[in-house]
């Protein structure tokens, strides 16, 4: 049996939620756009994207603010979140998924090296946005950032309410074992490349960790449990596919430490 893609299982979540998508992306010059739609029937639940490049555009068409570009520049947390919630009103959609980063092999500083990404959701219910850092060159820059804006994506639709749909890649947190949440995790691999993380950042919160224990691998995702300074204990799961650590509470612990 083939392999899901993530677009596919995207399109799966979207339509049995009845929620629909708008895009927007920068640095991945419609990439996410493009594999979006080589599914069959992608107009049911994909309103279309806006690929803005330059300032000029994202300001235009999606509405972004001279002041956040000039504060932050077009790289950041709050310029990703205001095209996603841009996007999502242009195109009177549901879900607005916005990308902007630099690809690179130049354009990056000490503050935001090449490679450096944001992505950012915005719902009714729900904003955030992740920073990433790739490695490569530009092209596996763009691959790797509409990669895991997909997983964000899916990992946003598998928590709403909805039919559960098999991911037969592993990938997709939609069942009561899977990651719930992105986050950004510090940590270190040793010489036989073994994942070790040391904190985790959640909901805007930074926690250390304590010890790390009993950890393993389904398909490309490998599972560690990993307690808290303060007792809590999280299953933290790594992507070796996408680089992406993503969480789920352990049944009985508290949402927030």
């Known amino acids: 049996m083939s392999e899901k893609s993530l677009e596919e299982l995207a399109g799966e979540l979207l339509q049995e939620r009845n929620l629909r998508l708008a895009v927007a992306e920068s640095c991945t010059g419609g990439l996410i ?3 979006l739609t080589n599914i069959p029937g992608s107009s049911a639940y994909y309103m279309g994207s806006v690929t803005a490049y330059a300032y000029e555009t994202k300001v235009r068409l999606l509405g972004v603010r001279w002041a956040t570009l000039e504060k932050h520049g077009a790289v950041s947390q709050e310029v990703v979140l205001e095209m996603a919630r841009g996007v999502r009103k242009a195109l009177r959609a549901d879900i607005g998924l916005a990308v902007s980063g630099i690809a690179g092999p130049g354009g990056g500083t000490p503050d935001k090296p090449v490679g450096l990404t944001w992505t950012g959701l915005s719902a009714d219910d729900y904003e955030q946005a992740w920073r990433l850092v790739w490695p490569g060159d530009r092209r596996e820059v763009k691959d790797q950032s509409a990669q895991a804006s997909l997983q964000v994506l899916i990992d946003y639709l598998a928590s709403k309410p909805g039919k559960k749909t098999a991911a037969a890649n592993g990938m997709a947190g939609n069942s009561d074992n899977a990651a719930r949440w992105v986050v950004e ?3 270190r691999f040793d010489a036989q490349g073994v994942v070790y993380p040391q904190n985790f950042t959640w909901q805007g919160q930074t926690y250390r960790l304590e010890s790390l224990g009993r950890r393993w691998q389904e398909g490309p995702d490998e599972h560690i449990l990993a ?8 299953e933290l799961v790594f992507s070796h596919a996408t680089s992406i650590w993503r969480i789920k509470t352990i049944p009985g612990s508290p949402d927030r430490v």
């Open 185 to 187: 995790v510090t940590g």
């Open 33 to 35: 756009g493009h594999r």
């Open 227 to 234: 307690m808290t300074l303060q007792g809590n204990v999280f």
